[in-house]
């Protein structure tokens, strides 16, 4: 059983070594580390590339990589590629993107796209001396940092705003230098990084030089620098609307007033009720997650970024907003969304590279089109059925070749399965009898 001693140097020993340690904690030792290793790459020179993307690499865990068809943006169709290992949500992208693509398909339209950085500091002198020496400092951050910036103005980005923001309402003698940033088609996580870790040096470095501080450091203290995830002026906005008329579907059993009425509700609910708001934005974030793996993106970053815009009125609130007037349903989807199409691992995973090729090898702006499209596609589905049928009569039929796996159900008996579940409601019980009926 498990060798629960500290274990010291885990990260030095070589990889057969280190799987051979981690399967001594099953108790089928063997069979756990053959399992792992089935899971290798059988091309040794890309498992080596998945082995160096972390540390500690032992074996990979697959999730599925899916396509939602028929994605219809801005009048372009597009293919939108989904990593995620939850059965409906695919489908259900898929669906509300053909629904869609028959009333027009999806808008969408990039509001902002600046990032944040922060370097936070202690400084114990008077507010306006700092004040004074903001003009000179800017010069010094920005004029010191050039080598890392030449390269992203070239593109088009840069540092873009280097304010004093003066937090000592909330903690003694508490200063940041909030930095604006455009970072074009990279996420731009590192960039910000280097430039910040600069201004550390550069901001300690001012303070002792200048004769005006004679305390030097002792004034000023750089407690860390560091990137915000929290990008509110980094927005797009993706929106659905037809005329009420037209939600008319096989699957909506009643009339499009009626539905558009009940879905309005729905989602008015979710503005207002937190506990309703959090699983309506996990149903957006179903498909944004999705996205965001499949092309190689930070979705930790994105999620929470996401809440926090979600909570920006004090109460944590729905993302999405609806209108049903004038005879019209319009639906829409605001989110802040840092996204890159070059850098991090976009282009170095194989998956996410191909994404991105089955994308038109869109821009950073393009791709939070597409994302937040992709999220409201889910989010729509989500609510369509939640308001018509519920959601476990299609979530069930997507999960019964789980359960049937959950049994090793032969090819045979998953062909029976699905013919016998087409018109009935699946369930683990029923599954499970299914399955010991038949074999019997
Ligand atoms: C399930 O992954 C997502 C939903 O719960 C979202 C929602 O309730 O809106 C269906």
Aim: charged letters at 25%; hydrophobic letters at 40%.
């Amino acid at each position: 059983m498990a060798e629960k001693k500290p274990i010291v140097g885990f990260s030095k020993l070589n990889k057969e070594d280190k799987l051979k340690l981690v399967a001594s904690y099953f108790e089928d030792k063997d069979s756990a580390m053959t399992e792992m290793q089935t899971f290798w790459h059988s091309d040794p020179q890309k498992q080596k590339l998945f082995d160096e993307f972390s540390e500690n690499t032992i074996s990979n865990f697959y999730f599925p990589f899916g396509v939602a068809p028929n994605m219809i943006i801005n009048g372009q169709n597009y293919m939108v590629p989904m990593v995620i290992e939850e059965s409906s949500v695919v489908a259900a992208a898929s669906s509300s993107a053909k629904f869609w693509s028959e009333r027009g398909g999806f808008k969408a339209k990039i509001i902002s796209t600046e990032k944040i950085g922060q370097v936070h500091f202690i400084w114990k002198g008077k507010t306006e001396k700092l004040q004074t020496h903001m003009p000179a400092i800017k010069e010094k951050l920005i004029y010191g940092t050039t080598d890392i910036t030449h390269r992203m103005e070239k593109r088009g980005g840069g540092i873009k705003d280097i304010e004093l923001i003066d937090m000592t309402f909330e903690l003694e003698n508490y200063y940041q230098l909030k930095v604006t940033f455009e970072t074009v088609n990279s996420m731009g996580a590192n960039f910000i990084n280097s430039c910040l870790e600069e201004f550390t040096i550069l901001l300690k470095a001012y303070f002792t030089e200048t004769d005006d501080f004679k305390n030097g450091e002792k004034d000023c203290m750089v407690i860390m620098s560091i990137l915000s995830n929290y990008t509110p002026n980094c927005l797009v906005e993706a929106w659905v609307e037809c005329p009420i008329e037209k939600l008319i579907q096989k699957d909506i059993d009643m009339n499009p007033k009626a539905f558009a009425w009940k879905f309005e509700k729905a989602v008015r609910i979710a503005e207002v009720d937190t506990y309703r708001a959090t699983t309506h934005n996990k149903g957006i974030f179903n498909g944004i997650d999705a996205v965001a793996l499949a092309t190689g993106n930070d979705f930790r970053a994105i999620e929470a970024c996401g809440h926090t815009y979600a909570s920006r009125s004090g109460k944590y609130r729905s993302l999405t907003k609806i209108s049903v007037k004038d005879g019209m349903f319009k639906y829409t989807l605001r989110i802040p969304l840092a996204l890159g199409t070059i850098g991090g691992l976009t282009s170095l995973h194989p998956m996410a590279k191909r994404s991105l090729q089955l994308l038109g090898n869109p821009n950073a702006e393009e791709l939070m089109m597409i994302t937040a499209v992709t999220g409201l596609a889910n989010n729509f589905g989500a609510i369509k059925s939640l308001v018509t049928k519920g959601i476990q009569q299609g979530h069930m039929k997507m999960h019964l070749f789980n359960i049937l796996n959950h049994y090793n159900a032969s090819e045979e008996e998953k062909k029976k399965a699905s013919e016998f579940f087409n018109d009935k409601k699946v369930s683990f019980q029923s599954v499970s009898e299914f399955i010991k009926g038949i074999r019997h």
